[in-house]
């Protein structure tokens, strides 16, 4: 699990840097965003499994970003985690690929179950296109 490289991206720069620090003490890598277009932009440049994205951000919001990187990055598993919970915008990421949605505060174990569930889906997608590949 630890090979999972994770993404956090928040506008809030204590609960990035707080959140990082817990992750790389359990051996993840883990990169930063603050923006929408930031995390695009990382995204273009290095291998990311999971991203945790909020919602409420200036200039790209929390869905618009989930649509770029479900558009772009098919294979990149997306948990929403939003301070500002409501129905509908759980229903709307959920519907436009997001892993699961999250309501903040979130302990480290809800967001190391979170990863693991989401590591284990992107392992069974690669062995599902692996397994294609050799049928093929």
Request: charged share 30%.
């Amino acid at each position: 699990m630890s090979n999972t490289r994770i993404m956090l991206v928040d506008d809030e720069e204590r609960l990035l840097s707080t959140t990082k620090k817990l992750f790389e003490k359990l051996g993840f890598d883990v990169f930063t965003a603050t923006s929408g277009k930031d995390a695009l932009d990382l995204l273009d440049r290095e291998e990311v499994h999971v991203v945790f994205l909020d919602i409420k951000m200036p200039g790209m919001d929390g869905i618009e970003t989930l649509q770029q990187i479900k558009q772009k990055f098919p294979f990149v598993e997306v948990i929403i985690l939003t301070g500002h919970a409501s129905m509908e915008v759980a229903v709307e990421g959920l519907k436009l690929g997001a892993f699961d949605f999250l309501i903040k505060p979130v302990s480290m174990k809800e967001l190391l179950e979170n990863v693991e569930e989401a590591s284990a889906k992107i392992q069974r997608q690669k062995q599902r296109i692996i397994s294609a590949r050799q049928g093929a």
